[in-house]
């Protein structure tokens, strides 16, 4: 009965939180309302006994992804009431993808669903059984999947490098290479005559 | 002893599940232990304050504050009186409502932490499987507090702060993540109950000493302290983050920094320094809490020492420690543990 009623305050949260995602004019409002939702999905994960899941959805979606978001919504500050304008045009592509993840649910909720996927066993943790069937019965997928990660690790670092030649940078290495022959040199002064070169 | 304390908490369920119902009675014995949990956190968030102003008075052979009670001991009551009657302040363009969230935001991830410490055996409040991902989770919730106070100030110094504490944090996360993962592998258990048991043979700061220095420099810039306080550098940004925060909403910022500072102490203590175990076999007859409390003041000591010796990182020197020095060590030394695990089995 206490699990039912969290259930509902999660669930119900999670609701108005994505609607908030939607409906606010101000987008950093927007990323933190998806924030919020995302915070009550990881609560709904563990409602279903999944807690290894939810805290990973908290490390990397609060953790990361939406950190990232927060910054680039608040360092350039997009007009996204500019963006709105076109939301009617876009309405039938929004409809169908809508409906293609109804449809989705629909397989869920029937049972149609990939063979062999985790069932909980009696003296193990989630945890352990997440590991044991990536590591062995989805062991390519999910190389696969890490190999396409790297990939695009790869191509955003050389698409954002540049390195400019006109600013002054810091070589650490050539600094700490550097002796006190190179940089210091001792002269006898004669009086009366100064320093040469 | 235990005896008397299991009648003594039989008798207390007894009265209690007679008062509220068992249902509603264990919603409240809860609350009691989370009360009985959080009172020498906060308590040791005060007095942290005294400590550290005392010890760096002492470093800088000066006498600290000794005006307010005896030795000073009344300093941070006087403190945190002076912060509560003193007036709310709000910018006129701020943005109001997440202005007052951000403090609160802050703080809270670091009091609900500490569920899963365990300080010694059996003594936690949820011994939960996963308590190494769960403080991973929740300190990962702590940079919102500091962006959201940033931006909703809608000042520049209080902006930049935010925006530069959110990167600093997000890339320490990371390497102190990273070190972690040496220790889950050694003790083969996210539970930190377990992962203290693990070892009972050797403390895991032996095999993993790097990590540990990792760890520790790693979450000294997570808790945004000196060397690495650039969120708040004064000499730059006024206060960074703080500077339109006034009376208990900026208190609710440091009460934050500082529980933030005990809490990965006493993670450290666990992951690396034995938790409640005691260095020597035959010292067991202290209470393991005890040892516990020594290390973490240990480490504690070490953020105030540290403060008081080193000068504040240039931010792009801060960026490249991170990243260029503490992930390829940690990666590296992630394999060479799987390594050892592979060759010679878990501790």
Redesign the interface.
């Known amino acids: 009965m206490v699990a039912d009623l969290v259930f509902y305050i999660f669930s119900a949260i999670t609701v108005a939180a994505a609607i908030g995602v939607i409906a606010s004019r101000n987008q950093v409002h927007s990323v933190l309302f998806l924030i919020l939702a995302f915070f009550n999905v990881a609560g709904l994960f563990v409602l279903l006994e999944a807690e290894f899941l939810a805290a990973i959805l908290v490390i990397v979606y609060m953790g990361a992804v939406a950190v990232l978001f927060l910054f680039v919504v608040m360092m350039l500050n997009v007009d996204f009431e500019e963006l709105r304008k076109g939301a009617v045009e876009h309405l039938p592509m929004g409809l169908f993808i809508g409906a293609l993840i109804l449809v989705e649910f629909g397989f869920i909720l029937s049972g149609i669903h990939v063979e062999g996927h985790a069932h909980q066993a009696a003296n193990i943790s989630n945890t352990q059984l997440i590991g044991q069937v990536l590591f062995t019965k989805f062991l390519l997928p999910f190389e696969v999947a890490s190999l396409i990660l790297l990939v695009a690790l790869i191509g955003a670092v050389v698409l954002t490098y540049r390195r400019r030649k006109d600013v002054k940078r810091q070589d650490i290495s050539a600094q700490i290479a550097r002796r006190r022959e190179d940089a210091v040199e001792l002269v006898k002064v004669a009086s009366g005559q100064g320093a040469k070169p | 002893m235990p005896e008397i304390l299991k009648e003594l908490l039989g008798t207390v369920h007894g009265f209690g599940e007679g008062l509220f119902g068992p ?1 509603l009675w264990i919603l409240v014995w809860t609350v009691i232990k989370i009360v009985i949990l959080l009172a020498p956190v906060l308590f040791m968030v005060t007095y942290i304050t005294l400590a550290e102003r005392k010890i760096i008075g002492f470093m800088q052979v000066r006498y600290g504050p000794n005006r307010v009670g005896f030795w000073g001991i009344l300093q941070p009551l006087a403190d945190a009186a002076k912060l509560i009657f003193k007036e709310l302040l709000l910018p006129e363009k701020a ?1 109001r409502m ?1 202005f007052f969230l951000a403090p609160a935001l802050t703080l809270v991830p670091a009091l609900i932490a500490w569920a899963v410490i365990p300080f010694s055996p059996g003594l936690v409040l949820a011994d ?3 308590g190494i ?2 403080i ?3 300190s ?2 702590g ?2 507090g500091i ?2 106070a940033g ?1 909703a100030s809608n000042t520049r110094f209080s ?1 930049l702060g935010g ?1 530069r504490s ?2 600093q944090m ?1 890339s320490y ?1 990371v390497s102190m ?1 990273f070190t972690l993962i040496p220790v889950v592998l050694l003790s083969g258990s ?1 539970n930190l109950t377990e992962v203290v048991n693990a070892q009972k043979g050797m403390w895991f700061v032996i095999p993993l000493l790097p990590m540990f220095v990792i760890y520790f420099i790693s979450v000294v810039a997570e808790t945004n302290r000196s060397p690495f306080d650039l969120p708040e550098a004064e000499a730059e940004l006024v206060a960074g983050f703080i500077t339109e925060y006034s009376a208990m909403s900026s208190g609710l910022f440091f009460m934050g920094e500082y529980a933030n500072m005990i809490l990965v102490s006493f993670m450290g203590s666990i992951l690396f320094l034995g938790g409640w175990l005691p260095p020597i076999g035959f010292l067991d007859f202290i209470p393991g809490i005890i040892w516990l409390g020594l290390k973490a003041s240990l480490l504690l000591f070490v953020f105030l020492w540290i403060r008081a010796t080193f000068p504040r990182y240039r931010y ?2 801060l960026m ?1 420690l991170g990243w260029k020095v503490f992930l390829p060590i940690s990666l590296l030394w992630i394999f060479v543990t799987a390594l050892g695990v592979l060759l010679f089995g878990k501790a």
């Open positions: 249902m943005d997440i939960i499987n996963i991902l769960y991973l989770a929740i990962s919730m940079v919102y962006i959201m931006w902006f925006l959110a990167a997000v996360e993540g996210l792009d020197q490249r």
